[in-house]
């Protein structure tokens, strides 16, 4: 929507949120900033609802997902008994959080606050509620309130809401403006909401944005035979895995949940953890002490910036081949290293030290698959460096990864 001067307002849009966290506010309605014509308003309401979870599904069978209709759980295995779970307040008061209930069809439901978010804004044309640039605008203004709330109270569980996947059932919903209130600027119209009459008829003033859901979300990624093989081998015995590996299942996972940057974030710590690991290695071979490599490595030591010691590592990778070996194809200069600096590293730096915050899914998911390409190059280079579980070959490119719907229950979860 464009801002303007004396323009007419025939009618002005509610668009319905439901934010799966509270917002500590008093319930009445004020004014706030919205992209389209500078005011808008806000009107929050808090509720309790409840997430439930059932050991049973009544539109979807084991065998659709597995391809098998599993065996029937005994009865004996199951919890037999429900139970409440119950909270003290500061003044003595018990208070039912959550429930736990037995048998085949039982699970568990939890209280969970929420917030009735409503957005009004003035529109200049009639019919315009279906327009996407209707909840464009209203999600920048929810935004930009979500965010000061953060900032003033810094609540873990509050989380900007992104447009184009965080609804499950969003409404929008449009009023008519009688004319002699068409001219009123949006702040004092909007003072007049009381008096309008929003549509309720589903395609001539009113629609919902209803979230959807694939299978493939539900279910994640089936592993190869030859992955099966690998994976009962290895759980025989105790592995760890490494930082680096959490930070890139942190960055695929946010990948997913579409908070495309910091999974870039990640990514790059990622990258860079795992240059630390190896490093510390290839000193250890050569001979160092873990003192000199600490006092090295740390703030103000010789190796504290990654550029030094990614050098470093193509001399000891190259001291390791030596001159009667295979030719020596250092990291500098690769086409790995080339990649990682263009889609993963210069992107990080776009986002932590040039104020970018959106990336698509797209961009995200080639920064990530750069690293880990970047992180498996520097594994080959010499056996100092190999670690116990590294990513290879088809796995680098991540192509069980695509684009897709989410899961509405992503919208839930703190």
Known sequence: MEKGIDRKYTSVVQVRWELPFPLMLR????????????????????????????????????????????????????????????CVLTDGKHVTTAEIYGGQDGGFAEARPFTVANIFLCISKPGSYKDASITDCACAALNNIIDIYRFI????????????????????????VPENLQQFPPGELLLQISCLQFGSIIGKSRLYVVGANTLTDLVGSKPSEEGLDLYYKLVREEHRLELFHQLIFSAIRRLKRREMALAVI?????????????????????????????????????????????????KIAEAYAGPGGEPFKPFSGSDAEIEWRENLYNLR????????????????????????????????????????FMWADQALELQHLDKSAGRLFRLFES
Request: net charge negative; with cysteine; aromatic share 10%.
């Open 27 to 86: 319930e009445e309605a004020f004014l706030c900033w919205e992209p389209g014509e500078g005011v808008g308003v806000f009107n929050p309401s808090g509720h309790i609802g409840t997430l439930q979870w059932k050991r049973s599904c009544t539109f979807l069978t084991a065998k659709d997902v597995f391809g098998v209709t599993p065996r029937t759980q005994a009865s004996e295995s199951l919890p037999t008994h429900s139970y409440r779970q119950d």
């Open 153 to 176: 109270t810094m609540d873990p569980l509050s989380r900007p809401i992104e447009n184009k996947g965080d609804h499950y059932c969003t409404l929008v919903s449009e009023a008519y």
């Open 266 to 314: 990640d990514a790059q710590s990622g990258f860079e953890s795992a240059v630390a690991s190896m490093l510390k290695d290839g000193l250890r071979a050569k001979g160092w002490m873990d003192d000199k490599i600490d006092e090295t490595l740390r703030y103000k030591g010789r190796l504290h910036f990654l550029q030094p010691r990614l050098q470093e590592l193509d």
């Open 349 to 388: 730096n776009e986002i932590v030290h040039g104020g970018r915050r959106t990336t698509t899914f797209e961009e995200t998911k080639n920064a990530i698959v750069s690293g880990l390409k970047a992180v498996n190059y520097l594994h080959s280079m010499c056996p100092y460096f190999a670690r116990s």
